[in-house]
T-cell receptor, first 114, second 110 residues
């Protein structure tokens, strides 16, 4: 079974803190994605990566950065957390490139910024 | 207007009822995905389809490319079907990027 794990299920941080969200997949997938999910807005793509050390901006990259030093790990970084970054963060991975690749999702990290 | 719209936003049903969730999209797509999200957050893929109909157990997904519309049906619904159902569109042939609907929250009561 494909497994995508995220470092925390719940996280509480203070405004201005640097926050790291980690995602690890165990199926040698090329593609990895970071989304945030907010009520009424659905899932929105923050960043994605097609390969090690490669990253591309999604629809809402402002305030975020990412790192992919190893194929299995994709990190989302909030350089200076703000209250409007309180959200559910979901990581996903998929194999290869193409519209028929299933994305496998992690369990999500619910981040609260106070 | 969102590129992928779902209806209804919320749905309640009695156990055993036939359920339909609708998804309309305004972009050209190469594939349409149906996803399920249970309380607690985990999302699983139910179907990927580009034409016609697919069936898995009590779940059936259909798509009409000309009308830019897809439906997810649940036959003989059960309380364990309670979840958020999300449709998502792949807008290109060489991309994994998805455009998501906002989801339909389904509650099935015994």
């Amino acid at each position: 079974d494909v497994k995508v794990t995220q470092s925390s299920r719940y996280l509480v941080k203070r405004t201005g803190e640097k926050v790291f969200l980690e995602c690890v997949q165990d199926m040698d997938h090329e593609n990895m994605f970071w989304y945030r999910q907010d009520p009424g807005l659905g899932l929105r793509l923050i960043y994605f990566s097609y390969d090690v050390k490669m990253k591309e901006k999604g629809d809402i990259p402002e305030g975020y950065s990412v790192s992919r030093e190893k194929k299995e790990r994709f990190s989302l970084i909030l350089e200076s957390a703000s209250t409007n970054q309180t959200s559910m963060y979901l990581c996903a991975s998929s194999f290869g490139t193409g519209s028929f690749n299933e994305q496998f999702f992690g369990p999500g990290t619910r981040l609260t910024v106070l | 207007k969102n590129e992928v719209e779902q209806s209804p936003q919320n749905l309640t049903a009695q156990e055993g009822e036939f359920i339909t969730i609708n998804c309309s999209y305004s972009v050209g797509i190469s594939a349409l995905h149906w996803l399920q999200q249970h309380p607690g957050g985990g999302i699983v893929s139910l179907f990927m389809l580009s034409s016609g109909k697919k069936k898995h157990g009590r779940l059936i997904a259909t798509i009409n490319i000309q009308e830019k519309h897809s439906s997810l049906h649940i036959t003989a619904s059960h309380p364990r079907d309670s979840a958020v159902y999300i449709c998502a569109a792949s807008s290109g042939y060489n991309t994994d990027k998805l455009i998501f609907g906002t989801g339909t929250r389904l509650q099935v009561f015994p």
